[in-house]
């Protein structure tokens, strides 16, 4: 009768044992989902920021107007085709300043050859497409309006004024850039590629 009692004391310390070995496994995954959640939570915040990067840069490329890609300065060379018949090599320095959306362009092209030169300014604004502005050539104190069209880096343009009218087309291509002019004044005619600097 003395022993009845161990078997009820030692099942005791054995329910009090498993009850501490449930808390020790319940500390020790809520200790290790802590260390996940620590070791996870900047790995999140790197995606989560990495993510919302190529959603706001996607945007900010689809909202991109036409000019967007032509800031910079330029130089090159082409031919051009006075109304004489003749025909020269011309040097040619083209600055582009463009509005932060990309649809405003501020163009500034300069060319000479041994015996001609001319420098045409031209401020631009681009909407769904279509292309409207001013220019002016400094040299010969003339200037008018412009309207044509933009799209896949494709610029056709029509400049005119009161006695005057020129077709001016520019093609880019990542750093390359083709200016194509053809016009009823001394200049018949202007093709010239660029490089940008």
Request: with cysteine; net charge positive.
């Amino acid at each position: 009768m003395r022993f009845g009692r161990i078997p009820y004391f030692y099942s005791n310390s054995i329910v009090c044992a498993a009850a501490s070995a449930a808390d020790s496994d319940a500390s020790t995954k809520r200790l290790n989902e802590g260390r996940n959640s620590k070791f996870l939570r900047p790995r999140i915040v790197a995606a989560g920021v990495l993510a919302a990067l190529l959603f706001s840069g996607s945007a900010t490329f689809a909202a991109s107007g036409p000019f967007a890609e032509m800031a910079g300065v330029w130089s090159g060379s082409g031919t051009i085709s006075l109304d004489s018949g003749a025909s020269e090599r011309i040097r040619c320095r083209a600055t582009y300043a463009v509005s932060g959306d990309g649809t405003g362009l501020n163009q500034n092209l300069v060319c000479a050859s041994d015996s001609y030169k001319f420098e045409l300014k031209s401020d631009v604004l681009a909407k769904d497409g279509s292309l409207s502005g001013t220019w002016s050539e400094l040299s010969r104190n003339v200037g008018g309006s412009l309207e044509g069209r933009a799209g896949n880096g494709q610029f056709d343009v029509v400049v005119s004024a009161a006695a005057f009218k020129a077709k001016l087309s520019v093609t880019t291509h990542g750093n390359k850039q083709v200016v194509s002019i053809s016009s009823e004044g001394e200049i018949k005619g202007a093709s010239i590629s660029l490089s940008r600097a």
